[in-house]
């Protein structure tokens, strides 16, 4: 059974650090883009990070750009996401998720659109608040 697990929300103050992770059961991340999104109350999912599958080229929204690092250790079959100078605005459910289509269509790339990611984890909750 594929799965993804979501872990490392929490509450934190304005400009704190979190580091999120999302293990992988079931199959292996070598073979799989994998993206961040989030999602605020009343909002729209949208995508925050995500990492190609062949190159291992990053690309993140520009909200976070300088702030926001994703990473992964198909060793682990784990992905993470370093979150740093964190804002009210970043308060949400953060999800990872996976695809293979991306690296098919634009080799060495990833996207940051939901729409061509398969499974997703079950989300983890970021609170960003004094």
């Known amino acids: 059974q594929l799965q993804l697990v979501e872990s490392g929300g929490g509450l934190v103050q304005p400009g704190g650090s979190l580091r999120l992770s999302c293990v992988a059961s079931?199959?292996?991340?070598?073979?799989?883009?994998i993206g961040w999104f989030r999602q605020a109350p009343g909002k729209e999912r949208e995508g925050v990070s995500c990492?190609?599958?062949?190159?291992?080229?990053?690309n993140s929204a520009d909200s976070v750009k300088g702030r926001f690092t994703i990473s992964r250790d198909n060793a682990k079959n784990t992905v993470y996401l370093q979150m740093n100078s964190l804002k009210p605005e970043d308060t949400g459910v953060y999800y990872c998720?996976?695809?293979?289509?991306?690296?098919?269509?634009?080799?060495?790339?990833?996207?940051?659109?939901?729409?061509?990611?398969?499974?997703w984890g079950q989300g983890t909750q970021v609170t960003v608040s004094s």
């Open positions: 079931g199959f292996s991340l070598d073979y799989y883009a």
């Open positions: 998720a996976v695809n293979q289509i991306s690296d098919l269509l634009l080799p060495g790339l990833c996207v940051l659109s939901t729409s061509p990611y398969d499974y």
């Open positions: 990492i190609s599958r062949s190159s291992g080229r990053t």
